[in-house]
Nanobody, 128 residues
Framework: QVQLQESGGGSVQAGGSVTLSCAVS????????MAWFRQAPGKGRVGVAS????????AYANSVKDRFTISRDNVKNIVSLQMDSLKPEDSAMYYC?????????????????????WGQGTQVTVSS
C-alpha cells in the first residue's frame, strides 16, 4: 500500500526559504512520476514541480521556475521541494503525489487527474 507523508511546512517571511519533504513508502516500481502540487484557498490544485523517479528528469511550472528545486533522496526515499525567494502568492497547502507512469508527461503532470496517490498536505504561509 502506497503511503505519502509530507512534512516541513510552516510560516516564513517573503524572500525566505522552506524545504518540504515527502516520505514515500510501499512503492515497488523502479520508475514512476512524483510531483508537488499546491492549493490556495478558493483555488484549484495545480502542479508546481515534478520529477521522474528512475530517470531523474524534473520539470517546473513557470510560476516557480528558478525559485523551487525538486529532488529525491534515494537512500531515504524522500522527495523534497526546496523553495527559495518565497512570495506571499506561494502561500498554499502543498501536496505530494505519485503517478504510476514511466514518464512525467509534459502536458499532463500539472493536472491532478494524472496522479493516483496523494499525501495529506502541509501548509506553507508566506507573509509580506
Amino acid at each position: 500500500q502506497v503511503q505519502l507523508q509530507e512534512s516541513g511546512g510552516g510560516s516564513v517571511q517573503a524572500g525566505g526559504s522552506v524545504t518540504l519533504s515527502c516520505a514515500v513508502s510501499g512503492v515497488t516500481a523502479a520508475r514512476y512520476c512524483m510531483a508537488w502540487f499546491r492549493q490556495a484557498p478558493g483555488k484549484g490544485r495545480v502542479g508546481v514541480a515534478s520529477i521522474l523517479i528512475g530517470g531523474n528528469i524534473s520539470a517546473y511550472a513557470n510560476s516557480v521556475k528558478d525559485r523551487f528545486t525538486i529532488s529525491r533522496d534515494n537512500v531515504k526515499n524522500i522527495v523534497s521541494l526546496q523553495m527559495d525567494s518565497l512570495k506571499p502568492e506561494d502561500s498554499a497547502m502543498y501536496y505530494c503525489a505519485l503517478a504510476y507512469f514511466t514518464f512525467c508527461n509534459d502536458n499532463s503532470w500539472t493536472r491532478t487527474s494524472y496522479f493516483s496517490d496523494w499525501g495529506q498536505g502541509t501548509q506553507v504561509t508566506v507573509s509580506s
